[in-house]
């Protein structure tokens, strides 16, 4: 488990070699201010993916178009997984859209044909963001459900924008390598803590806050 404090659009060449990684799974921030991670990170899954590898990437839907755009430039579309925030919705107030969902994107190399170790639901119910780790957390069981269909026990997952460490703690569970990047100290040390099961346990009792969509 490797947790480097930096940022991944900095550090990555340095920390990860070519053609060594089997999943990039991974949360970009959804605000239009920072969509040009999204097309670093095509670019980078280009360079460090397996030929059997796969890019997954969670996406809003307001700017959803945007990142699939960036992708395919540089990508081939595999699919696009569908996560129901079950009991839990945002409105887009810029389209006055009630929206309970997000996608998860799946993308691997052009000219390869990797599949999934198993069938995948195209639809995931989950438990909804947990927000106790970092204001944009997802939930773990959605992690744990796609990382473990599309990756097996060995294989070196990607996360470039670790936040509060869930899909840290999700590989540690499975038995995968991991290398994870994040750039606030703050936010850094909590996912740290939670990784090696030194967080408090105050930390894990905060209960979820409800935020509102940041399109």
Known sequence: MQLYLGDALELATQKIAAGTVDLVYTDP???KEFHYCYEWLAKEAVRVLKPNGFLIAYAGPYWKDVVM???NEYLQYFYDFILVHK???SILWPRKIISGYKSILCYHLKEQK???KTNVLGQWDGTGGDKRFHKWGQDVTTARYYI???SSEGDLVVDYFLGGGTTAEVCKRLNRNFVGFEKDAETFNIARARVDGTLPPAK????VMELGANP
Do not use: A, K, M
């Open 69 to 71: 755009n960036y992708f």
């Open 87 to 89: 009991g839990n919705t």
């Open 29 to 31: 921030p959804y605000p």
């Open 204 to 207: 894990y009792s905060q209960p």
């Open 148 to 150: 473990d269909c599309f």
């Open 114 to 116: 990797p599949l999934p």
